[in-house]
């Protein structure tokens, strides 16, 4: 059973480019979160998305958004690059039908941003 | 505002020494806790989690922690650390009800490292 995959690994961008991240949610879930994780920090929330919209978002502007299709993957997209944008970002996918209980984030590999 | 808070930004302890990591979390209603660890260059892997009954929870590799609501800590334990627990460990709380799906909240971290 293949858990959560995100592509690229790592990604080189310059600022003002933009950057497109994909993931793969584990199989038989629907949800797929996205985080940056700046270098020695915690993952901070960016947005949710389950049944193709975005259902929840963190405090981040609108240069970073997202889509979902209908086998669940999910891409986050970041426009206009900033320094400030390199990071991990992780994408964590959970099971639609438990979500009300909180049920557990499983989390990719990351995919490394650096912005030159 | 919800928030989690990990005291100890590095730790070390020699192999076969027991190991204490702190969690103390501000959350408004009952929360969902987990803890996370991440090795250098990699994603996230669940060690545990806590949604409600028993206060203590067991988890992988020998990982126990405790939930304590007097004191809104969630306290990771583990009686004998090996070379392999050398990793970054977050604590993170599960944000629920009024609009929340269940994002998480993580803290800082703390760094383990683990003398021969």
């Known amino acids: 059973d293949a858990g959560v995959t995100q592509s690229p690994t790592h990604l080189i961008k310059t600022r003002g480019q933009q950057v497109t991240l994909r993931c793969s949610p584990k199989s038989g879930h629907d949800t797929v979160s996205w985080y940056q994780q700046a270098l020695g920090q915690g993952p901070q929330f960016i947005f949710q998305y389950y049944e193709e919209e975005e259902r929840q978002r963190g405090n981040f502007p609108d240069r970073f958004s997202g889509h979902q299709f209908p086998n669940y993957s999910s891409e986050l997209n970041v426009n206009a690059l900033l320094l400030g944008d390199s990071a991990l970002y992780l994408c964590?996918?959970?099971?639609?039908?438990?979500?009300?209980?909180?049920?557990?984030?499983?989390f990719g590999p990351g995919t490394r941003l650096t912005v030159l | 505002a919800q928030s989690v808070t990990q005291p100890d930004i590095h730790i070390t302890v020699s192999e076969g020494a027991s190991l204490e990591l702190r969690c103390n979390y501000s959350y408004g209603a009952t929360p969902y806790l987990f803890w996370y660890v991440q090795s250098p260059g990699q994603g996230l892997q669940l060690l545990l989690k806590?949604?409600?009954?028993?206060?203590l929870v067991q988890g992988i590799k020998g990982f126990e922690a405790e939930f304590k609501r007097s004191q809104s800590s969630f306290n990771l334990r583990k009686p004998s650390v090996h070379w392999s627990d050398a990793a970054e460990y977050f604590c993170a709380v599960g944000a629920m009800g009024s609009g929340n799906t269940g994002k998480l909240i993580f803290g800082q971290g703390t760094t383990l490292q683990v003398k021969p």
């Open positions: 806590y949604f409600s009954g028993d206060t």
């Open positions: 964590a996918s959970s099971p639609l039908k438990r979500r009300a209980r909180g049920d557990t984030q499983y």
